[in-house]
């Protein structure tokens, strides 16, 4: 089995930085794609940014690009969701995911097999 746990979520002011990070841990695999997704309050979730095991390729959402950046570090199983200049509109639920088949970056929630709890982002003015 495997298990993400997210953290680093907490109330910021616009304009703002924070890291978010995603744990891996239980089964161990040798390719896989990390998402991070979010849901604002009473929205769909939507895609924000995944990231090939090895970091070679990274897919941006459109409502964050140029603002959040993906990494992963293999060594610490850990992936990391990078934002920057935060806006109010980025006020949401983070979640991390994970598709054990590796291959391309999906944008759709519904690839994903594996899921962390969440943490709050909430960015005021």
């Known amino acids: 089995q495997v298990q993400l746990a997210e953290s680093g979520g907490g109330l910021v002011q616009a304009g703002d930085s924070l890291r978010l990070s995603c744990v891996l841990s239980?089964?161990?695999?040798?390719?896989?794609?990390m998402g991070w997704f979010r849901q604002p309050p009473g929205k769909e979730r939507e895609f924000v940014a995944g990231?090939?095991?090895?970091?070679?390729?990274?897919r941006i959402g459109d409502a964050v690009k140029g603002r959040f950046t993906i990494s992963v570090d293999n060594a610490k199983n850990t992936a990391y969701l990078e934002m920057n200049s935060l806006k109010l509109e980025d006020t949401a639920v983070y979640y991390c995911?994970?598709?054990?088949?590796?291959?391309?970056?999906?944008?759709?929630?519904?690839?994903?097999?594996?899921w962390g709890q969440g943490t709050q982002v909430t960015v005021s003015s």
């Open positions: 239980g089964r161990t695999l040798s390719t896989y794609i």
């Open positions: 990231i090939r095991w090895n970091g070679d390729v990274t």
């Open positions: 995911a994970l598709d054990p088949r590796g291959g391309w970056i999906s944008t759709l929630d519904k690839t994903y097999q594996y």
